[in-house]
């Protein structure tokens, strides 16, 4: 327990004003129990209680001095102990009478006894104030021998009181009255004691204080068999005396008695503190063990770490290097340690990293960073530094993330690359969108002029033509109306990309009363069922939805099978997008297909079984992407197929 000499100071300063108030409420109200110990011994004087009132003050006042008013309050009562306590010695020197003895109130009680000088408080408590009052004025003072020399000064004004004490105890008058006129009151010499102790304690560690308060086993043992000790030898002493006096025993007996026992006593007192002393010295020297074991624990794992560790010195010398730091370091240990880091690494103080360093002996806080560092011969490493004050300089872990840095960077080129061949890509894209745009715009024209004179030519030769020039023209004619579908179909795929259209809110209820007007033919004609479930509005290009509803539900249709085609619409909110799926009852799909039909151009059945130019559902796709969204189809052959396409809610 941490023992806080302050509040023993300020406790013992109120004890001892309280004790000064109440003696002088026995001399205000005449309680005789206050004033002496008992009839015979002398009283504490008005001005001795005033005094100590005064005093437990100054005990208690003497630490919150910061405070002018208080500094004040301080040095006036100091003086007023001083005026008292040396006015009353310089009556006993020049033997006269000052007039301040009796000035508060009448001493009734010396009156009695016939004392010459009644109130006048005993010459050695007059001497023992005005020294105290003396202390006071020094025990701040910024001088130390001054401060020393004060100390010393407490110490005899305890000594006088103490032997006033044992005066009292052991019936030596001469000790109370110090060979001078009259004598201090028991209560006086206790109450002086404490206060002369008290305020010893104000600088614990100065003087015979220090000998108590200190950490050392010296002081433990001091403060352990002192006070048992003068607590023994005045009992012993007392018992001694009592034997004397009532001749229990020869004075030789008693002696030998008082030597015999004081011995016994002693000898306990000494083997009980030095058991103690043993089982502390015992516990020091475990502990001791303990934190060198603990230190050479540290020490190893700080060895074979991984990382690498040093410790820089405030005078920028390195004082401790691991294995793993001169691998970093490319020094070995001997042409570090010992030298500076400037001498090692020059030019470094131009480097950021050395300002960290400056920041860190400066400051003394942790730092953590990544640094690129260039070694003297020219190479490069980067570092994970992590920066730790500590006593002896600064602490400095690092670990070579070199790799990892080189790693990043190719992750960051090959990014930008990419990047780039994405720009690259999207660009050539445009261009190919394009051209399939011009290409089928501007071969829409020689075609239509082929089928129209193909017509006319068939018109005029009429009655001319044989069986198998007919048919040839049937083909060409045949052949020329599906390169016009191919080159309507490629038109609009490539529309999707090239033409700005508006994002709007679409009604999808109302694209699909559109599709359905569009389709009803193909849906009379095919007897199918639809059913369409109440659909979203959406934030979309009205056309491209019109187009992508109409692609599935063509397709639906064209590739039904035996059964009466039952086409299933729908939509489901998810969070940010909606879903949206077309279900059909028709031939269905090998999953194997999944991802070609998608693919422009590529078609699962040939041209006599179904009609068509493999380019529906890659339109299909191409709206749904520019939609934010995602196409897919969920079919197995002969069991129908589901296309599910996604638009987000945020385009
Ligand atoms: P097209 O219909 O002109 O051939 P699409 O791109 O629309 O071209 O379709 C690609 C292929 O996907 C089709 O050839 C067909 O084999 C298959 N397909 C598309 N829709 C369906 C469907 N609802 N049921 C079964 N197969 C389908």
Redesign the pocket.
Known sequence: MRVNYRHITQGTGVFITIAGILVLGGWLFDIPLLKTAGPGFASMKINSAVCFILSGALLVLYYYQQNNAIRRIFLFFTIIILLIGFTTLTEYIFNYNAGIDELLYPDTESGKEGISYPGRMSAATSFCFSLLAVVFLFLNNTNKTARILSQFALHFITLIAFLAVVGYLYDVPSFYTLSLVNSMAIHTSVLLCLLSVAASFIHPHIGIAGLFTGKGTGNIMARRLFPLMVLLLLILGYLQLLAHLNEWVTIGLGNALFVISFMLVGLFLIWATAGRLNRLDMIREQSEEKSISLEKQLHYTMDNMLEGAQIIGFDWRYKYVNDSFLKHAKYSREELIGYTVMEKYPGIEQTEIYKVYQRCFTKRIPIHLENEFTFPDGSQGWFELSFQPVPEGVFILSVDITERKRAEQNLINANKMLDRRADELQASNKELERFAYVASHDLQEPLRMVSSFLHLLEKRMEDKLDETSREYIDFAVDGSERMKKLIQDLLQYSRVGTEKEAIKEVDCNEVMNAVKADLALSVSEANAKLIIHPLPVIKAVYPQMIQLFQ?LVA??L??RSEKQPEIEIGCSNNNDQWEFYVR?N????DPKFFDK?FIIF????SKKD?S???????ICKKIVEKHGGRIRVESQAGKG?TFFFTISKHI
């Open positions: 692609n397709n639906a064209k590739y059909d028709g031939i269905g799909i039909i590529q078609r699962l059945h179904y068509g130019t493999g380019i529906g559902l890659s197929s």
